[in-house]
């Protein structure tokens, strides 16, 4: 095979690499942003919850009936888990769709070091290349942080 044949299908090949790593970054960095954004909201629910219950409750438990406090309690809890259980889900799906994403991203990052290591001579190209593998890296490393779940969604798990 000649030369220009190799170099001819090395620069396709890098092409398609970094379109890859472009577009399996961008998904899994979109994912996690909605999972944030989805956490964020489960916890903003959680206080308003606990902050309606303190200021609006507490001030008259001496005086409720303890039925009526009972009712109370159960209606804040039933509306929390209204609330939380479409939330909920929603992570689920999207930390399923991120792992997803993250599995095939860490699969054409490992193919693209190997590829960068053994065909790619021109230093614009790899250097190209480089900073694409770094940028997928960096999306995998966000995706590895966003995937600790908080306390929260470990303690309300066991609902679902």
């Known amino acids: 095979m000649s030369t220009e044949l190799e170099q001819f299908y090395n620069s396709k090949d890098r092409k398609v690499f ?11 960095l979109k994912i996690c942003d ?3 954004q989805g956490k964020n909201n489960i916890s903003k629910i959680t206080l308003t919850l606990i ?15 303890p039925n009526i406090k009972l009712l109370i309690f159960v209606l804040l809890f039933a509306t ?7 939330i909920n889900q929603r992570l689920k799906l999207l930390r399923r769709d991120a792992k997803t994403f993250s599995i095939r991203l860490e ?9 960068e290591e053994h065909s790619v001579t021109n230093l614009v190209s790899r250097i190209e290349l480089d900073l694409r593998i770094a ?4 999306a995998l490393q966000h995706y590895e942080s966003v995937q600790n779940k908080g306390i929260l969604s470990k303690f309300f798990d066991f609902f679902y």
């Open 18 to 28: 970094i379109s890859l790593l472009t577009e399996y970054s961008d998904k899994v």
């Open 34 to 36: 909605q999972i944030e």
């Open 51 to 65: 902050w309606l219950t303190v200021a609006g409750i507490f001030p008259y438990l001496k005086v409720i009936n």
């Open 80 to 86: 929390f888990y209204v609330i939380y259980y479409p």
């Open 107 to 115: 699969k054409v990052v490992r193919l693209a070091s190997q590829i």
């Open 135 to 138: 940028d997928a890296e960096s």
